[in-house]
């Protein structure tokens, strides 16, 4: 299982919280994260580096 705030690897018998996440016009998805905080995953935006 992938924790849902930092994309790593939940390990087996690891504390995780299921947050519930109702679907506005859908189905909602119940996501699992750890239960100890972790760090937000990073997204990169724009590419590293100048632009030419």
């Known amino acids: 299982m992938i924790c849902a705030r930092c994309n790593k690897l939940i390990q087996p018998g690891?504390?995780?919280?299921?947050?519930?996440n109702p679907g506005a016009t859908a189905a909602g998805a119940d996501i699992e994260i750890h239960a100890e905080p972790c760090d937000r995953a990073r997204q990169q935006t724009t590419p590293e580096g100048r632009w030419r």
Do not use: I, L, Q, Y
């Open 14 to 20: 690891e504390a995780t919280e299921t947050v519930v």
